[in-house]
């Protein structure tokens, strides 16, 4: 429902006292920390920019985070040892289960994982691994940076009120709500889309360009592989990118744009 990002001044006593301050908040149901940060992976001379996260727990990720393959709705879990990626991300590397990756850690190190799974994606390119994983490739510990933050089914507790309460909290430098827009686009697919931005993003956006294509050629761009691998075109032609679908998402980001017309 939200993350809170922490201050990496912050030593390990402030960290400890921060979580438990925030857990004991009325109307938060659980809370995880996560080291999140941008690094660069390579395969076969090509190099992407990734988002790294590391959960200081797997137990409850899937409150969070759901890794799963797209087709055969198959759940995933992290394993130590080894890390999952994000389908575009494999696309473009070229990637399979079983394949290793390259992380650069600067302009020297490098670090070699193997991927034991490829998780569906929408936005962005994500690399998951445990804290053990990541402690084993770089040497030291996860500093966990980010807070995610689930609410109480019900709570009284406000978007305004939780911002609040955190922003007044030491070590804590911005919190970002997750809301509106995702139970909307839920509502017309029928399905939860697991990597978005926040909403707030459009608000602080200097500027927001809506490339405005119709369902037609949308679906034709599917259909000649412009956006997906060819095994995964008929799957998304009949589960999200369904016509109707697609109409009903069109208007929603129309109406969204009409909204900051100046």
């Known amino acids: 429902d939200a993350y809170a990002s922490i201050d990496d001044g912050a030593d390990t006593e402030e960290r400890a006292a921060l979580l438990t301050d925030v857990q004991n908040i009325d109307g938060i149901a659980e809370a995880l920390e996560v080291r999140q940060i941008a690094i660069d992976v390579e395969s076969g001379g090509v190099t992407k920019s990734?988002?790294?996260?590391?959960?200081?727990?797997?137990?409850?990720?899937?409150?969070?985070?759901?890794?799963k393959d797209r087709i055969t709705d198959e759940r995933y879990e992290l394993e130590d040892g080894s890390v999952i990626t994000t389908e575009k991300l494999a696309s473009m590397l070229e990637l399979s289960v079983g394949d290793t990756i390259t992380i650069q850690d600067g302009d020297s190190r490098r670090y070699t994982a193997s991927i034991s799974a490829i998780s569906e994606?929408?936005?962005?390119?994500?690399?998951?691994?445990?804290?053990?994983?990541?402690?084993?490739?770089?040497?030291?510990?996860?500093?966990?940076?980010?807070?995610?933050?689930?609410?109480?089914?019900?709570?009284?507790?406000?978007?305004?009120?939780?911002s609040s309460h955190l922003l007044d909290m030491d070590n804590i430098t911005g919190v970002t709500l997750i809301s509106a827009l995702n139970e909307q686009v839920q509502e017309i697919t029928g399905i939860e889309v697991h990597e978005r931005v926040p909403d707030s993003m459009l608000t602080m956006a200097d500027e927001v360009v809506n490339i405005?294509?119709?369902?037609?050629?949308?679906?034709?761009?599917?259909?000649?592989?412009?956006?997906?691998?060819?095994?995964?075109?008929?799957?998304a032609l009949n589960n999200f990118f369904t016509q109707d679908n697609l109409l009903r998402l069109r208007e929603l980001a129309l109406k969204e744009v009409a909204m900051r017309v100046e």
């Open 50 to 67: 990734v988002n790294l996260f590391v959960p200081e727990s797997t137990d409850n990720l899937t409150d969070f985070v759901i890794l």
């Open 121 to 162: 994606n929408y936005m962005y390119n994500y690399m998951y691994m445990t804290p053990d994983t990541y402690e084993t490739l770089y040497g030291e510990a996860p500093v966990y940076n980010t807070l995610f933050l689930n609410l109480e089914e019900g709570t009284s507790l406000t978007e305004e009120e939780l």
């Open 212 to 235: 405005d294509l119709t369902a037609e050629d949308l679906i034709d761009r599917l259909k000649a592989g412009k956006i997906y691998k060819t095994d995964k075109i008929a799957a």
